[in-house]
């Protein structure tokens, strides 16, 4: 597509619950993102993805958090027994050879 | 470890006043400079960026500038307008593929 899509837009979970956010970045992006955006606060980095192989995981936050890509394309975080601190905004983001992001527009993720 | 520090955190300007925000790295590989504004509710989006091998880039109203040796890069946005109102990230990259983003700025254009 023409954009970087991600769903669901909105989601709201009880604590202790799974979830699966999931992002479609532009097609031929070989380098795929995720951070999280607390209220008012900058980017935090997640996960990072070269084709479908993550060589660096060293922002998942808790091993409650894990993600996957397939076909160089489709990518889903996954976050375990969700607890309240989870409550963000999840942005993945895709570039071509790793420069400038195209982000999507974001999951918010509420933990009530 | 790597490191982005963005100045100021909050700026609040009249409109068609200019606007500067300040960034500085502290990886001398860095090589890529990105900027990104990011709208309510939106995702950021790249509005401009800097390679190490030039000193100043400019489109229309938003223009780059780099300093290498003191390892700090800057935007400026000229006669500011209501929409530019937003978050602004600055970044650095090595040309890998991990990019640190500075902490954001928040401008306000008021009308």
């Known amino acids: 597509g023409a954009g970087v899509s991600q769903s669901p837009s909105n989601k709201v979970t009880e604590k202790g619950k799974d979830v699966e956010l999931r992002c479609d970045p532009i097609?031929?992006?070989?380098?795929l993102y995720w951070y999280r955006q607390r209220l008012g606060q900058g980017l935090e980095f997640l996960i990072y993805?070269?084709?479908?192989?993550?060589?660096?995981k060293s922002g998942l936050p808790s091993d409650r958090f894990s993600a996957e890509r397939t076909g160089e394309s489709v990518s889903t975080l996954t976050i375990q027994r969700t607890q309240q601190e989870d409550s963000a905004v999840y942005l993945c983001a895709s570039s071509l050879q790793g420069l400038g992001y195209t982000f999507g527009s974001g999951t918010r993720l509420t933990v009530v | 470890g790597e490191n982005v520090e963005q100045h100021p955190s909050t700026l609040s300007v009249q409109e068609g006043d200019s606007a500067v925000i300040k960034c500085t790295y502290s990886d001398s590989a860095s090589n890529y400079f990105p900027w990104y504004k990011q709208e309510l509710g939106k995702g950021p989006q790249l509005i401009i960026d800097i390679r190490s091998n030039v000193g100043e880039k400019k489109d229309q109203r938003i223009a780059v500038t780099l300093n290498k040796t003191a390892k700090h890069f800057s935007l400026h946005i000229t006669e500011t307008q209501p929409e530019d109102s937003a978050v602004y990230f600055c970044a650095a990259s090595t040309g890998g593929f991990k990019t640190i983003f500075g902490a954001g700025t928040r401008l306000f254009v008021k009308a």
């Open positions: 097609s031929g992006h070989t380098a």
């Open positions: 993805f070269q084709g479908n192989s993550a060589p660096d």
